[in-house]
């Protein structure tokens, strides 16, 4: 019998307890810890709700501290019209926003926005193989940029100009991907990405970031040991323990008092305050150079594109932006099937890849009109802490764009998470990748991971994603065109992993002969995932399609929507509208498998609060 077999539950335990065999429901009710506490309970109340959300900023905090800092040490000498203070604010405003947009009518998904390593990749590219530049500015014009002929040109050349060409090319990869997303074509071609496409892309994904996190983790070892020692007992070896009763809830809602396994749901914020405090008290905690703010940075402050210049589009910037938009689509779309499966929610459909993919352009255009050189896309850190504390919500998501727009209108208080220490950041982004990569990894069971194919395809992927960019950065020189902006095209797209690996595993995926089964798609149904949904009854799968439905008040509007874009509503035959009426999005789900057998009717009604 393969390992694929599509009856099969696996277990996986929060504990201490090992279960290498499959487990049948009747097993899984009798664990407590296999049960998710929010979905038991429903919604996390407004308190917890803040502090999960509060632990999102954290893991968000460490990658665009990771990110800015990263980008700007590799610009020119030379100073900045604005302080690294305004930049952080002007990304996390357009993560606030754009987290909003995604939760409410994009995807739908409670998935957190944020300036991914995809965006960071292209802008070291050109940056670094910035061509010397003369700079004119005749009256109020546009900078107009001409190649450097004379002696010392180097010295002209100012970090504001390289700020300014990134930025533009943030814009054209958001421009780029909404209009992408309009035509449908990602959310097409998502229904042949089988789970030999995602998870090979999944685990390039959380691999990726070894570098940075090494880079940030050597500044004290022994801090990052500490919080990644800290962070795995409270969410693995403290998971199951629960705090003494408390009210949580009003008496009038709720006859008992829940008991929540608050070190795992605060797996992440517990261990990050606690080193951020040791490290202060050591006198550690030493903000960089680069993110150091020379003047008082303001209290309140409205971002706005007209503050400063405009971003700055040239040949190389369009090349940056389209590979740029190209990475991060298929990062997002990975992100969408990680969050799906996690949540047990279906393989998310064309018309919700289409809506996320349009809003995630529309943050990073608001991102690089606002002088911000990264854009916003959905977060593999953030969704590897919902994997490792166990639980998602809507709400909590709703409540980190809110966070996260009120400190892009401080940057007193956005400056505020340069002052965790590198290392700290450093231990943040290895856990959570970590849990990206084992996730990747469980997906390879849902094929028949038994099958030549499917071993070299899985092997040829991942090997080949990691080599090429490592390769690159070798030898440079043999890669060269002689025309710049094809350059710099050529050399992003080669040095980003998940592009690499999500374009090879679907070439090798569709063309290489092979049954369904096989690959993981089991017999009749399109989705990616229906080896694991199959177990599922008609109306579970039916009831949980509609998580993905637009909001009651914008599928009025959908008779007005142009043909053009009809890509963004669901038809009128997906099984979503076959129950009558959208059903509320569902705030928190069980992240275990085999939980669902429990109910008799096996909805997602259930698990929400009435």
Not at 165 to 177: D, F, H, R, T
Not at 201 to 223: D, P
Request: proline share 10%; hydrophobic share 45%.
């Amino acid at each position: 019998m393969s390992r694929s077999h599509p009856q099969t539950i696996q277990l996986r335990s929060v504990g201490s307890q090992q279960t290498r065999a499959p487990l049948s429901p009747q097993l899984a009710v009798q664990n407590p810890s296999s049960h998710s506490w929010a979905s038991l309970s429903g919604p996390p109340p407004w308190a917890l709700g803040c502090l999960l959300a509060l632990q999102h900023i954290l893991v968000l905090a460490s990658l665009l501290c990771a990110s800015h800092l990263l980008l700007l040490r590799s610009l020119p000498a030379g100073g900045l019209s604005y302080s690294p203070a305004h930049l952080l604010a002007s990304s996390l405003f357009a993560c606030g926003v754009s987290t909003t947009l995604q939760t409410w009518m994009g995807s739908r998904l409670p998935l957190v926005q944020a300036p991914s390593f995809e965006f960071l990749v292209p802008a070291l590219v050109l940056t670094n193989q910035k061509l010397p530049l003369a700079i004119q500015q005749p009256g109020n014009s546009s900078h107009l940029l001409h190649p450097c002929e004379g002696p010392g040109c180097h010295s002209l050349e100012l970090r504001n100009t390289s700020l300014q060409e990134v930025s533009g090319a943030v814009v054209v990869s958001g421009l780029l991907q909404g209009m992408l997303g309009l035509l449908g074509a990602p959310g097409h071609l998502f229904l042949h990405c089988g789970p030999l496409v995602l998870a090979p892309s999944l685990v390039v994904a959380g691999l990726s970031a070894h570098r940075e996190v090494a880079l940030f983790c050597s500044g004290h070892w022994g801090l990052a040991l500490l919080l990644i020692l800290l962070m795995v007992v409270c969410s693995q070896h403290l998971g199951s323990c629960q705090l003494p009763p408390c009210p949580w809830r009003p008496a009038s809602t709720s006859s008992t008092c829940t008991r929540i396994p608050a070190f795992r749901l605060l797996s992440v914020l517990v261990p990050v305050a606690c080193v951020w405090i040791i490290s202060a008290l050591l006198g550690l905690s030493v903000i960089p150079l680069e993110l150091s703010a020379p003047t008082e940075a303001p209290w309140f402050w409205l971002p706005h594109p007209t503050e400063w210049v405009w971003p700055l589009l040239t040949p190389r910037a369009l090349a940056a932006g389209i590979s740029m938009a190209l990475a991060t689509s298929i990062s997002s779309l990975g992100c969408y099937a990680l969050c799906g499966w996690l949540l047990h929610l279906p393989c998310p459909p064309p018309h919700a890849c289409s809506r996320g993919l349009s809003l995630e352009g529309l943050g990073s255009v608001l991102a690089g009109m606002l002088g911000s050189p990264l854009g916003t896309a959905s977060s593999f850190p953030n969704v590897g802490t919902v994997s490792l504390i166990q639980a998602g919500s809507q709400r909590v998501a709703h409540l980190v764009g809110l966070l996260c727009v009120a400190l892009g209108l401080s940057p007193r208080l956005a400056h505020l998470l340069t002052t965790i220490p590198l290392p700290v950041l450093g231990g943040v982004l290895g856990v959570t990748q970590a849990v990206v990569v084992s996730t990747g990894f469980s997906n390879f069971h849902l094929a028949d991971i038994d099958s030549g194919r499917n071993v070299f395809i899985v092997g040829f992927s991942i090997f080949m994603a990691l080599l090429l960019p490592r390769w690159l950065r070798e030898a440079p020189v043999l890669l060269s065109t002689g025309w710049s902006p094809l350059d710099v095209l050529l050399h992003s797209l080669l040095a980003e992993h998940i592009f690499l690996a999500g374009l090879l595993g679907f070439l090798l995926e569709n063309t290489i002969p092979g049954t369904r089964l096989e690959r993981g798609l089991g017999q009749g149904l399109p989705s990616p995932f229906t080896a694991q949904e199959a177990w599922m009854p008609q109306n579970s799968r039916e009831k949980a399609a509609q998580e993905y439905e637009l909001p009651l008040p914008l599928q009025n509007l959908c008779p007005c929507i142009p043909q053009q874009a009809c890509c963004l509503c669901p038809l009128p035959e997906d099984p979503g509208n076959e129950e009558g009426g959208p059903a509320e999005p569902g705030e928190t789900a069980d992240l275990l498998p085999g939980f669902g057998e429990q109910y008799p009717r096996s909805s997602r009604e259930e698990l929400r609060p009435h």
